[in-house]
């Protein structure tokens, strides 16, 4: 099965981060393509709150770092659920074209 945090940080090509997803299936190439958005998305994000002060929504105790790191998670989902940045988009017809390509 696709595991795309797995896939993302061992891979830093997208294509060969999805080598395992079977692309004759469309509609498995289109998850795999938002699901691979959706972790770059997250990467992006936790970059960007990266070197904020401690405090504000979640305070700076213990559980500060879990609940940040759950809310970008959730907003990483939000934005891809919103039809994301076009990333998607890209990786599913360069794959669907490689596909064509190989036959």
């Given at each position: 099965?696709?595991?795309?945090?797995?896939?993302?940080?061992?891979?830093?090509?997208?294509?060969?981060?999805?080598?395992?997803?079977?692309?004759?299936?469309?509609?498995?190439?289109?998850?795999?393509?938002?699901?691979?958005?959706?972790?770059?998305?997250?990467?992006?994000?936790e970059a960007m709150f990266t070197g904020l002060?401690?405090?504000?929504?979640?305070?700076?105790?213990?559980?500060?770092?879990?609940?940040?790191?759950?809310?970008?998670?959730?907003?990483?989902?939000?934005?891809?659920?919103?039809g994301g940045i076009g990333l998607a988009d890209?990786?599913?017809r360069q794959l669907l074209e490689l596909q064509?390509?190989?036959?």
């Amino acid at each position: 099965m696709f595991n795309p945090a797995q896939s993302v940080s061992a891979q830093s090509n997208p294509i060969d981060a999805l080598a395992g997803v079977d692309r004759s299936n469309k509609t498995a190439v289109r998850d795999a393509s938002e699901k691979y958005e959706s972790v770059f998305l997250k990467n992006m994000l936790e970059a960007m709150f990266t070197g904020l002060e401690e405090g504000g929504t979640w305070g700076s105790g213990n559980g500060a770092e879990a609940w940040r790191g759950m809310m970008i998670d959730e907003y990483a989902k939000s934005v891809s659920d919103a039809g994301g940045i076009g990333l998607a988009d890209t990786i599913e017809r360069q794959l669907l074209e490689l596909q064509e390509n190989s036959q």
